[in-house]
């Protein structure tokens, strides 16, 4: 019998958070691809998949900051884009094929009276250009070999939708503040549709991810480049623990540590003078803090403290 030989992973074993500005033109997974390529890193993913044609913060996980995506991802998010009325596209934004045409151009007054219905918690029918799963397979297939996959309506989370700008009467730019999992482009195609016209998305940019603001994003030339030019420097990386400042600290003792590395609970009432203000006692997240380092993920629930990821050391 052959024995298998571990392959050791390729690259450098990173731990961190890379903030990219990503520019129109390219998908995410290929920023991830050439993000990784430049620091030569083992393990890298992304917090939020943007669009092609979209720019702006995409954050780039690595190594044990991959755990924690999914926090980043159920984060606020902060976007602007530009809607343009009168031409609707079958993928709702200018990447795609005009499907129906309309002359009708909203009033100011029109587009602001209509926005309420679009705000708090509303149902949402994703863009038929969706990575969403119909039958084992992605929207996005189904749509280039020609079949229209019918999607389900979602429910969806929109805190702030407001018109910003009317630069001409074909285009409106509006700001959105949503919670996980909203799509821009419905949101645009259900808007053109609720002033009596058709519209897509003609600009889309983010503007924050969760903890991670544009502010902090790097552009994409600067991190991947060829030639000569030298590899980018591992300090651009943020703390893994950065993507989880959103979610209340909770410190613990090295030995309360060990108990929830090995799956333990901890009573609320050991804990109690610790437990952070701003944590839900009835389901909260809080991470757990051992002497400044991250050590992961925990649920409140019950009187209990429960560990739900463990991130190890981390980067605190």
Known sequence: MTRQRHRKPRGQALDGWLIVDK???IGSTDVVTRVKRALDAQ???HGGTLDPLATGVLPVAFGAATKTVPYVMDGTKVYSFTLRFGDARDSDDSDGKTIATSDIRPTDDAIRAALPAFRGEIMQVPPIFSAIKVAGERAYDLARDGQVPELAPRPARVDEFDLVERPDADTAIFRVVSGKGVYMRSLAR???RAVGTVGHIAA???HRVGP???ADAIPLDRIAVSGDT???SPDLLRPVATALDDIPALAVHEPEAVRLHQGQAISLVELMGRVPSGANPDG???RAMAGGRLIGLCRLDAGLCRPERWIGDGQG
């Open 23 to 25: 520019p129109s033109g």
């Open 43 to 45: 393990k890298a993913g």
């Open 284 to 286: 909260g997240l809080v």
């Open 212 to 214: 991670f603001h544009e």
């Open 230 to 232: 030298p590899p980018p």
């Open 204 to 206: 889309l940019r983010r």
């Open 190 to 192: 259900d808007l053109a």
